[in-house]
Nanobody, 119 residues
């Protein structure tokens, strides 16, 4: 499984970015996808996840109401729309795919994309 993120960059506080993650494989729609992030000097943290069907999503409290995760199963792609960005959102953002169908166990990871929010 290969995951390739794109869409990171530098944005001012209050701005928006959309991250994309393209996945290889023919069974993309069966698996939960997630976004995580890691800021300098901090541990990697959960941001959001979406079930295979796309109908069920979950968010960390720090991004709820500002970020939206969605997927296009026809294109094997998951997205993270980030609005009202804050400097504390600065991090490397990673896309992940679950290795299990019935539970979210993230064993496959992308290389990450840098998001920097200036104040």
């Amino acid at each position: 499984v290969q995951l390739v993120e794109s869409g990171g960059g530098l944005v001012q506080a209050g701005g928006s970015l959309r991250l994309s993650c393209a996945a290889s494989g023919r069974t993309f729609s069966r698996y939960t996808m997630g976004w995580f992030r890691q800021a300098p000097g901090k541990e990697r943290e959960f941001v959001a996840e979406i079930r295979g069907s796309g109908y069920h999503t979950f968010y960390s409290d720090s991004v709820k109401g500002r970020f939206t995760i969605f997927r296009d199963n026809a294109k094997n792609t998951v997205f993270l729309q980030m609005n009202h960005l804050k400097p504390e959102d600065t991090a490397v953002y990673y896309c992940a795919r679950s290795s299990r169908v019935l539970i979210a166990k993230f064993d496959f990871w992308g290389q990450g994309t840098q998001v920097t929010v200036s104040s």
